[in-house]
C-alpha cells in the first residue's frame, strides 16, 4: 500500500511533468503554432484530469494521504488545493473555447488559468511535504 508521502511524491513528479508540457504549449503559442499548441494542450488535458482522477480514486480507496503529516504539512495541501481544484475546473472550459475559437473569452480565462497553473506548481512542487 502506498504511504501519504509517496502519494505526494508522485503527485510532485506529474506537476512537473505537466507543466513541461504547459510551457511547451505556451511555446508552441509563441511560435504561433496554433495546432501544435492545441495538440499540446490536449495532451496536458487528459494527462492532468488523469491525474486528478487517479489521486481521488486513491483517496476513495482508503489511502490516507494526511495521517502521517503534520499540521503544517496539510495546511500546505489545502492551499496547494486551493491553487490545483480551480485549475482543474478550468482546464475543460479552456479547452472547450480553444477548440471552439473563441479567442477572447479563451485569452482571459487563459490568463487566469496561468495564475492559477503557477499557484498550483509552486505549492505542489515547493510546499507539499513528501518525505
Request: charged share 15%; with cysteine.
Amino acid at each position: 500500500m502506498l504511504t501519504g508521502p509517496q502519494i505526494i511524491l508522485t503527485l510532485k513528479v506529474l506537476v512537473a511533468a505537466v507543466t513541461v508540457l504547459f510551457v511547451g504549449s505556451l511555446v508552441a503559442l509563441a511560435a504561433d503554432r496554433k495546432r501544435l499548441h492545441g495538440r499540446i494542450n490536449w495532451v496536458f488535458f487528459l494527462l492532468t484530469m488523469t491525474t486528478v482522477f487517479g489521486f481521488e480514486l486513491l483517496l476513495r480507496l482508503g489511502h490516507d494521504v494526511t495521517s502521517q503529516f503534520t499540521e503544517d504539512a496539510k495546511q500546505a495541501l489545502r492551499i496547494h488545493l486551493c491553487f490545483s481544484i480551480p485549475s482543474a475546473v478550468f482546464l475543460p472550459v479552456m479547452l472547450f473555447t480553444g477548440t471552439r475559437r473563441f479567442r477572447r473569452l479563451h485569452l482571459a480565462l487563459g490568463w487566469m488559468f496561468c495564475a492559477l497553473w503557477a499557484g498550483t506548481f509552486v505549492t505542489g512542487i515547493f510546499f507539499l511535504p513528501h518525505e
